[in-house]
């Protein structure tokens, strides 16, 4: 009886297994083992934007090199009905390799995509898919103006509808800690030469060791057929680019945020500056906001009526607000803030280091050697109060590249002044201006010795 069992049981899981070795795979099963490893990695879907391209990444997150012949983008909206919109050319994808396809000329995406409305696009053959993303079951809100739709983390199970793209690069949470602590102040003004000669400069300055741009908010507003092409440039190079606003300052003057005769704060100026580090991260797609003139030109303590209407708190409001506004993204945009060098200046300008850096996370003294007279020990000692009194926030140093006559200093002569700044706590350097002296190379001065 026991040998008799035991036959049946191998006849009957014989059977079993003939099933389901002999059934026949379906189109998409077929395409997933031909193509194994292969995803759609990144969508940029702006076709409804005049001034930007559509765009796909495809991602091979298998350990081994995958054939392309036969492959192609499938796109299914209101106009196309699953139509071939891509096709490989023959080749492979290796290992880890990315593919981006665009819909600038030549680059073989044959249609823009619209994020604003509903789409399918897939991954695979005629008759079946390796990957599909369908935008109203895995992400209904349409893309931020510069941002793209991501696998986060990279080549993973969980799209984000990021606000900043990562065209060609891993796709990953911005960590500001992590690119090296040097920094640019640039007008708008600056884009034009920047961008000259296929950016020359700016990726002179990128070999430099410059990591951080802080770009004057004019460039987005006034400028903002300049500031696309010069965003995807600085993020093709490298760059984080920061969204540099003139909080209290407007039309060429100031507009402090409390009205002196009224006694009553001002809530259209937190109003505007809102709007404004909005349309720099949702619109350009910023890696972080820079608040500059957020203080009183003198005299603030004029302002003082009341626990809620005074010019610290008006200071401390403005850096909540933009710390407020950036964690909303969780895409780990970056806050600073310019500083009046002077310490113990809460009568004068309102500023409070360590009320400011429990929001912001980076505050820049502008403690300029030649407009103030510092000597190397005052350079030090300058930082050093602000880095002893900023709460929770870093601090980097704002230098000068030009002379009290306005003339730009050599390489050399800045590298000196920047060697003697690294002699406090501070812990980063921003370099004013671009256009005036030489900026030296700076990719080894954060290293420690022995």
Known sequence: MYMKNCKYILVLAAALLCVFSCRKLTPDEIVSKTYAGLVINEIAAHDELADIDSWVEI??????DVSLEGLGLYLKDEYLNDKCVWSAAPGALAAGERLVVTSATGQGLSTGIISN???VLRLGTKDGSVDKFVRSEIMPEPQYNRGSYQRIPDGGDT?????YSTKGRPNE?????????????????HMEPMMANDAEIMKEYWRLGYRHLLLNSAAFTNRPHEAVPFMEKAEEIGFAVHGWIQAFYKGGTWNVPIDKEKKTIKEEVFADMRELGRLCIEEFGVKGLHLDYIRWPSKASQYNFTKEVNSVAAVNRACRETRELCDKYDEGLVTSAALMPEPNTTNTYAQDPSQMGKYIHILMPMCYRYSYGYSDTGLVNCMNWFCNNSANAEVWSGLQTYDKSTTGLSADAIYTDIMAYRQSKATGIVLFRFGLG???DVNDIWKTTD
């Open 438 to 440: 030489t900026f030296p």
């Open 117 to 119: 409305a509903e789409f």
């Open 159 to 163: 799209w984000r509808n990021m606000t």
């Open 173 to 189: 949470i911005f960590d500001w800690k992590e690119p090296l602590p040097n920094a640019i102040w640039m007008w708008s003004s």
């Open 59 to 64: 991602l091979n997150t298998s350990t081994a």
